[in-house]
């Protein structure tokens, strides 16, 4: 057997995984939670989140795609490599989630992130095409198709995929690959330019734009801010995120509050004001 620590992987996924599918308190423990992770200092969410998944299709795909991916490097530059990207893209995935996330109620899990970045790193350092079912995707169009794909999920967040751990996973092992072994930046200069170059653009207006304004605020008059469809939270989420708010309010005070905790602050105010009958 060439791939012990890649069939190591995923067995421990899997046990995990098992023992998420039995027990909603065991899953609560070590799922993915930026509340837990920032006020609490949980930080071990970051990594044990990567080995929970919400259901078999999920952890099947997953692992499949690890298994397809992981023992082509751990046969051709050893275990080392493979874990440390492995990690290195779990972690990296995760606090792109946490930044994102971070003002919201918001729960997530699975390897996804670290799978992500295996497959940006096998694409460099062994040239695989990525296989879907039947059809063969060159690794050059599927990494630039993954990047804009993943950016396109995570500004409409319309369905419950972590996207943004996929492009956190993505981009920190592409960047992990190249400090292990610099000479995929020359072996293929213009495919490298194009995904680094399209990752640091789409991290930039991440970072800047968290609430997806348009590209006009920048440039011009800055419309009114709205907050984005992940906090239009239901009656239960709100409660939660209220909460969380005023005792971030009765600790460090009012200046402390972004606009966004400020606004959530307000409109959960009216909304009691109505239902009281006083506006």
Known sequence: MHEPFTISL????????????????????????????????????????????ADWPHLGF??????????????????????????????GGNLLSLFLHRHHVY???????????????????????????????????????FLLGSFYGIKNARDNVGHDAHLGGAIIGLGVTTLLYSDIVTQRPSLYAAVMGLSLVLLVYLVKNPLFLPLTSFIGSAPKRS?????????????????RILDKLSRTGMDSLTPEEQKILLEASRRSRRDAGLE
Not at 12 to 38: D, M, W, Y
Not at 227 to 243: F, G, M, S, Y
């Open 62 to 91: 997953n692992m499949f795609s690890l298994y397809s991916f992981g023992k082509a490097i751990e046969w051709v530059f050893g275990p080392a490599t493979l874990l440390t990207i492995y990690f290195a893209s779990i972690i």
């Open 227 to 243: 907050i984005p469809r992940q906090t239009r939270l239901t009656r239960k989420q709100e409660a939660e995120e209220v909460n």
């Open 10 to 53: 995923i067995a421990v996924t899997v046990l995990v995984s098992l023992q998420g599918f039995r027990n909603s308190a065991f899953v609560e423990k070590f799922i993915f939670c930026p509340q837990a992770i920032l006020r609490d200092k949980e930080f071990y969410r970051l990594i044990t989140s990567g080995f929970l998944h």
């Open 107 to 145: 729960r997530a899990y699975g390897a996804s992130g670290g799978v992500c970045g295996i497959i940006f790193a096998s694409i460099f350092l062994t040239g695989s095409d990525v296989y879907l079912f039947i059809i063969s995707i060159p690794g050059w169009l599927y990494a630039i198709l």
